[in-house]
């Protein structure tokens, strides 16, 4: 057996994913990105703040937390490292993710202008904060931890949000982060709220709940590219973050969302480690991108839309009154995915990681391909 036979369950949905292993592939990740922030960018963190470096090293130290590090914060931490960010908000994101869920230490900052949330309350663009297990001051607004949970003194609501024990907070132009790919829109609308709440719940009747619910912490609503385009976008610097525009119908929604998530499963096992050896150095043609591509971005495309594919076998058997969306859509989807499979079928240069994403799915697609759809949906 493979030494990562375990990294099968981030092909396709999985009925049984282990949070052990979530806990080793992003904590141990998190936990080292982390380090790595103190150690290059120390002097100027410790310059500009208190309290921080010693609380950031100290949970670094302690056993490693898939729900801790699964955050944007920590790709934050990732381009601060590259002299892409600047490296005290990356701490202080940090800091304030760690107070959040209630590890001890006390701490204040000096930051650049920097937009903040926390609890899924935008704390908007700040300069001073401190922060003490119970208690976070942002410019002068208090924000307190009472009764299992984090309240402002000012009451300003929350964030609209959608999903099911863990929320998926709705961002909007004024708390999204940076996505160069897509414009937010300037306020989440009611509408917006319902169309991707009645999706997650048509997500959840067809047993995709807890693969979206392990990876996806908040949806960037996107304006369309055009009246008739979806947009959407995901980025390993932001994990847990999709974008997806609206107006858009239940199924397009649904379809992006799968889609967006795989993306989110890819960049989340990336952390352990390279799907290919780098030995291919051809470039093949990306129907998605509608460009050539290195085979890792083949493979990042594959995952994704066979994904897709999966997805539609499930409405069809459900029978999900979709208005002839999957028999519309399932051709084209399908070419797409074989054009895609060409290059990775056989390919050498995928390592053990590499098979074991993409050879579950491949085996999947080529079942349903050939008229015995599964009847399971673990892989």
């Not at 009472?146 to 309240?151: L, M």
């Not at 480690?273 to 093949?284: E, L, P, Q």
């Amino acid at each position: 057996m493979s030494e990562v036979e375990w990294a099968r369950q981030f092909s396709l949905p999985a009925a049984d994913m282990d949070p052990a292993i979530l806990d080793v592939v992003a904590g141990t990740y998190g936990a080292a990105v982390a380090a790595a922030l103190l150690e290059h960018c120390h002097a100027e963190i410790a310059a500009a703040t208190s309290g921080v470096v010693e609380m950031i090293d100290a949970w670094s130290r302690q056993p490693p937390s898939f729900r801790t590090s699964w955050h944007e914060a920590f790709g934050q931490a990732e381009l601060a490292i590259a002299g892409e960010s600047d490296p005290v908000a990356a701490a202080v994101a940090i800091a304030l993710r760690l107070t959040e869920l209630g590890y001890d230490g006390h701490w204040h900052a000096r930051i650049p202008h920097t937009h903040l949330r926390v609890a899924g309350m935008p704390l908007g663009i700040v300069e001073r904060i401190e922060a003490s297990p119970t208690a976070i001051v942002a410019d002068g607004v208090q924000f307190r931890f009472q009764d299992g949970g984090w309240t402002a003194a000012d009451r300003r609501p929350r964030l609209e949000s959608v999903g099911w024990d863990s929320r998926i907070w709705l961002l909007d132009a004024a708390t999204a982060p940076q996505f160069d790919a897509v414009t937010p829109l300037a306020v989440v609308t009611p509408q917006a709220t319902e169309d991707f709440r009645h999706a997650l719940d048509l997500a959840e009747r067809l047993g995709y709940r807890p693969w979206i619910e392990t990876v996806l912490r908040a949806l960037v609503v996107a304006e369309k590219e055009d009246t008739t385009r979806m947009a959407s976008g995901s980025t390993v610097a932001l994990s847990g973050v999709v974008a997806i525009s609206h107006p858009a119908s239940l199924f397009d929604i649904l379809e992006t969302l799968v889609h967006e998530c795989a993306h989110q499963y890819f960049h989340l096992l990336s952390r352990y480690g390279a799907f290919d050896d780098g030995s291919d150095t051809a470039h093949y043609w990306s129907p998605a991108a509608r460009a050539m591509r290195p085979v890792h971005r083949i493979l990042v495309a594959y995952h994704a839309m066979a994904n897709v594919v999966v997805l539609f076998d499930a409405m069809r058997e459900a029978a999900v009154a979709d208005d002839g969306y999957v028999d519309r859509n399932i051709g084209t989807v399908l070419r797409k995915v074989r054009e895609l499979d060409a290059p990775l079928r056989g390919n050498p240069a995928l390592t053990a990681l590499g098979r074991a994403l993409y050879e579950p799915l491949a085996e999947r697609v080529q079942h349903l391909q050939t008229g015995h759809p599964s009847a399971g949906r673990s892989a």
